[in-house]
């Protein structure tokens, strides 16, 4: 199988936007140098300035699955502007990290990440995703000495228990899982349903999952769902937009929603990630 070259890829770099902390199933080998899992596949690609290269890829697999994946129809240099105009405090956090895409992940995978994701750091969040996908998933192969399994589907977590979850390092998440295994499977939520829905129905649609509040249900809209006007506000958001909007005062986190959403608009999700992987790497707003 042939490799498939990507040349004069704009507004885009690997590895911020894979390490940004949208998704957590991939492994890295170097320097702009990847294996991710991903929508049942799993894709070898590293990028040397403008080119991007998707190891052992046809063409049709890049249009049908990576093209989407990488959100690479869209014009970020539009949306950067528009961002900028509205509110120029984000100049730092886009220039700074100016090759962020938003992923357009499986919603379920993204569900079941983004439960675990409370309270742990993505290290740990990526080892957890790495073993259910190694205990439930399919093998697709060994890359750079890290065996590569994809997330598994619906009917390969049939028969799993909340024990088989806690064996897996969840601790009180484990309840939380079932939970949303249980719902997908007796069809409570169909992925083009939810999506066609308005966001505020779909976040209160979310948070009928056990252990799902807004700041999961808001991370599950804007990279599960494409819902781009998704704001997440995490401890990280929190002491960001503290920092830059409200004086360091300490602020509710609906406050900072509420504020997000009249700043930002339809763009609240773009803004989102270049505050919060610029805050979080210059450790904005610590004490």
Known sequence: MSDYKLKNVCDFDLAQT?????????????????????????????????????????????????????????????????????????????????????????????????????????????????????????????????????????????DASEEDFKELKTGFRAPYIMDAIRRNMAGQFDRNELKSMDYDSCIKELMAIKGVGEKVANCVCLFGLGKKEAFPVDVWIKRIMETMYFGGVDTPKDKIAAFAKEQFGELGGFAQQYLFYYGKSIKMGVK
């Open 18 to 158: 894979l390490e940004c902390g949208q998704c957590f199933h991939f492994v890295k080998l170097d320097e702009e140098d990847y294996v991710l899992a991903a929508k049942g596949h799993v894709l070898h690609v590293s990028q040397e300035d403008d080119t991007v290269t998707f190891y052992d890829t046809e063409e049709d697999e890049y249009v049908n699955v990576w093209k989407d994946y990488f959100d690479m129809d869209r014009d970020y240099s539009v949306i950067k502007n528009k961002l900028l105009e509205k509110d120029d405090k984000l100049k730092d956090a886009i220039e700074s990290m100016w090759g962020v895409r938003i992923l357009n992940q499986d919603f379920f995978e993204t569900l079941i990440s983004f439960i675990i994701s409370q309270n742990k750091q993505i290290p740990h969040i990526k080892k957890i995703v790495a073993d259910i996908s190694a205990k439930f998933g399919t093998y697709k192969g060994t890359y750079g000495g890290t065996d590569m399994y994809t997330f598994p589907t619906l009917e390969q977590l049939a």
